[in-house]
């Protein structure tokens, strides 16, 4: 079980922890129970969450037993950003967040056997606790002094916008879960991503200064790329997020699939279960044949396999080639194409369907019909993966894929859509 340290190690998943020796110890005595939490501050988890999830299934896999906290309570404060305040969200919304939330946690951890997770809510053992209990049982541990020094708590304090005393009292609550986890389950360690640091101490001084007790704390990495951005945000701007009516599966196999070559070995050990012999072998094929994208397939299947299942993800990859005319699109689900041309650009079309040279116009891929035109004359347009040789063709109706898309493409990679309604 000791064994585990040295394979989260492996992989770049601490980057810091409160005593590796005493957990390696702790560890050595047999099972030991630990918790990451997960506050419903937004309606799915997203990437930065999955490697949470991910860390705790490689623990439960060792033997020992995860706690899948959900903030019930804690997601109705809000943990302090370091730019500006939160915008509360209603109780009746929180509750609901919660059990989107517990729904995607509960596929990629086992709750069952010996060594079963165990979900659990912090509004359980926050909702009856009085002001003045709380005040004089928790609260007094606290030193504000110390509080403020926390990277969040001290950026805003900073700023014009300043903290509220409801933010500010986020990482009590937070001591608050891993000392009530402690009490109720014996709850030794706390994960986490580094950037929470602040907050993850201050469960484990609470727990030492109430018992007098020493427990521990794993905090992963924030991955970044090349320019210092965190990844697992997409190219527009948002999240990537694991629910796929927020994400798509395709859209989210893609990611991975655009990673950089630099980010290909860290994702493959952190975001997969891929053995080291597999993920060694791809990081020298990446770097060897970096234009043949091995590591980035295998990472985008592996991943997106984890998250959304097999079936998802052989619709994607599929969709992935099919675009490009290296699959059959009529083979592709109406979700799944849809998805795909989203990604590419889908323009819409009402009533009669104009020639392919107006189509290539409407939809982006070139800049004006007399470009449509040569484009179709050099040979370079394609509608459905045919290519389209007459500048005066029209689309038949019985093309439309699923009655409603079209795939059109420039040359070999510049892809579009087009999305038909009759009226």
Known sequence: MTDIIDELQWRGLIALSTDLDALRATMAKGPITYY?????????????????????????????????????????IGDPRPSAERVLKTKEQT????????????????????????????????????????????????????????????????????ISYTEFSYQILQGMDFLELFKRYDCRLQTGGSDQWGNLTAGTDLIHKVTGESVHLLATPLITDASGEKIGKSTGGGSVWLAPEMTSPYAFYQYFINVEDSLVGTLLRALTFLDREEITALEKETADKPAARAGQRRLAEAVTTIVHGEEETAQAIAASQAL???????????????????????????????????????????????????????????VNNERVTDVEAVVDPADLLHGRYLVLRRGRRTVAGVEWTAE
């Open 36 to 76: 990451c939490g997960f506050d419903p501050t937004a309606p799915s988890l997203h990437f930065g969450n999955l490697m949470q999830i991910l860390t705790m299934r490689r623990l439960q896999l060792a033997g020992h037993k995860p706690l899948a906290l959900v903030g019930g309570a804690t997601g109705l």
């Open 324 to 382: 490009f005319g290296r699959g059959a699109l009529a083979e592709l689900s109406a979700p799944t194409l849809r998805s795909a041309l989203a990604e590419a650009g889908l323009a819409g079309v009402r009533g009669s369907l104009p020639p392919v040279a107006a189509l290539l116009k409407e939809s982006g891929l070139v800049a004006s019909m007399n470009e449509a035109r040569r484009t179709i004359t050099e040979g370079g347009a394609y």
């Open 95 to 162: 509750a609901e967040w919660v059990e989107r939330l517990q729904s995607q946690i509960g596929p990629l951890l086992d709750f069952t056997g010996p060594n079963a997770a165990r979900m659990v809510n912090n509004l359980d053992w926050t909702q009856g606790l009085s002001t003045l209990d709380f005040l004089r049982d928790i609260g007094k541990h606290f030193r504000v002094n110390t509080m403020i020094k926390k990277d969040a708590v001290s950026a805003r304090m900073n700023s014009d916008a300043g």
